[in-house]
Nanobody, 123 residues
């Protein structure tokens, strides 16, 4: 198991930046894939969460087309923390951002979610 706690959300103007953090309760080296997902406010929880970015244990990253060139996913193994640096924010980036961890549990994976942090992009 792993507990995930997100922080760093808030209100920012269009064009601004925010950095989200996700603190894990265990070594992130033991987690196969970590990532950020988002869900627009008003959507039913658990439904239609959009993948934003992922980072695998070996360091390879993957981004949604809508955030490529603006967002950067990274991690600090010493702090067991995952980050999402968000630049050039747009109103359509407004959402609840969730941290996700996938841990291998043959034949598949177990998935874990944080509680989410709200990002609002508005002037």
């Amino acid at each position: 198991q792993v507990q995930l706690v997100e922080s760093g959300g808030g209100l920012v103007q269009p064009g601004g930046s925010l950095r989200l953090s996700c603190a894990a309760s265990r070594s992130i080296f033991s987690i196969n894939v970590m990532g950020w997902y988002r869900q627009a406010p008003g959507k039913e929880p658990g439904k239609e969460r959009e993948l934003v970015a992922t980072i695998a244990g070996g360091g390879s990253t993957n981004y949604a087309d809508s955030v490529k060139g603006r967002f950067t996913i990274s991690r600090d193994s010493a702090k067991n923390t995952l980050y999402l640096q968000m630049n050039s924010l747009k109103p359509e980036d407004t959402a609840i951002y969730y941290c996700n961890a996938k841990i291998a549990h043959l034949p598949g994976y177990l998935g874990y979610w944080g509680q989410g942090t709200l990002v609002t992009v508005s002037s």
